[in-house]
């Protein structure tokens, strides 16, 4: 706007035409304008003390000043531990953690968590709004909700949501969609924490890791044969993960493209997917002709 922020006649000015009349803000909203211009009222002592006084006059100085601000300005990455704090987005975060705030604007917030835990307080968001919380492990995506997010010893990541639903992504596999209750432990893509998810029980989690790291390996013959080792136990110990994993498999190639096929379409057919197995049988024949198990997967 031009003017001194730190003028005395200039701040008064930008308050007058509020004088008569206070908006009417919600806790949230008038948290995330006080922020838009706490920097610029801390560094004032020598301002009348009506500026600081109660959230209503906070509130009518942030509506004032706010606009010299462009809402989708994005605030510099920062390293933090604080108490509840309001992002642009109107969300709120409360961490004992360190968090690095990576995007921060009205459309965008990314928040990075190495250790700790971090639990995120998110209003519905409009259509193309984003807010996504990345670990070691996974990406946590919101559409409005609380949850909570906790990076464990070893990697591990934690999410617990209270209400709402979030979306985890661990790294190089399916996602996932969690609502209230249990919380969800994801481990690390790695020979380790598919050892964890082993021992805790998690046998399907378990083996998406080891498809994962076969699937992100050098491509030759030892790696397709241990592909279709573990297809094998996929379809014995997880059989309703079998078909994503099988369709990987797929579309990885190899020397055993025409067993994956089959075992693709197949793997669908035994869950119960049938047009599906059908699509995918029919695609088999279609590639492999020849193949003996051709005529089989006419009978499905």
Avoid: C, K
């Avoid at 790294?171 to 690390?188: F, K, M, N, Q, S």
């Avoid at 096929?261 to 035994?270: E, G, I, Q």
Wanted: aromatic residues 4%; glycine residues 8%; positive net charge.
């Amino acid at each position: 706007m031009g003017t001194d922020p730190h003028d005395d006649a200039a701040v008064r000015r930008l308050l007058a035409p509020l004088a008569a009349e206070v908006p009417r803000l919600s806790p949230e909203r008038e948290a995330v304008l006080w922020a838009g211009v706490a920097d610029r009222l801390r560094p004032a002592p020598r301002w009348p003390g009506f500026l600081l006084l109660g959230a209503l006059g906070a509130a009518a100085a942030v509506a004032a000043v706010v606009v010299t601000r462009a809402p989708d300005q994005a605030l510099p990455p920062f390293t933090a531990r604080h108490a509840p704090r309001p992002l642009p987005s109107g969300a709120w975060i409360e961490t004992s953690a360190a968090v690095e705030l990576t995007a921060a604007t009205a459309d965008l917030t990314r928040v990075r968590v190495t250790e700790g835990q971090i639990t995120s307080r998110v209003p519905r968001l409009a259509p193309g709004q984003r807010y996504l919380v990345e670990t070691p492990a996974a990406v946590v995506e919101v559409r409005g909700t609380t949850f909570t997010v906790a990076v464990e010893p070893g990697g591990a990541t934690a999410v617990t949501v209270a209400e709402g639903q979030v979306r985890v992504t661990p790294a190089g596999r399916d996602p996932l969609d969690l609502g209230p209750g249990p919380t969800l432990h994801v481990e690390p893509t790695t020979a380790d924490g598919a050892a964890r998810a082993e021992a805790r029980g998690e046998v399907a989690q378990a083996l998406q890791i080891r498809g994962a790291l076969l699937l992100a390996a050098p491509a030759d013959l030892a790696r397709a044969n241990a592909l279709l080792r573990l297809g094998h136990a996929f379809d014995a110990q997880t059989p309703d993960a079998a078909p994503a994993f099988w369709a990987r498999v797929v579309a990885a190639g190899g020397p055993h493209a025409e067993e994956a096929s089959f075992r693709h379409a197949d793997a669908l057919r035994r869950a119960g997917r049938l047009a599906e197995a059908r699509t995918a049988a029919a695609a088999f024949r279609q590639r492999f002709p020849q193949s003996p198990r051709a005529a089989e997967t006419t009978r499905w």
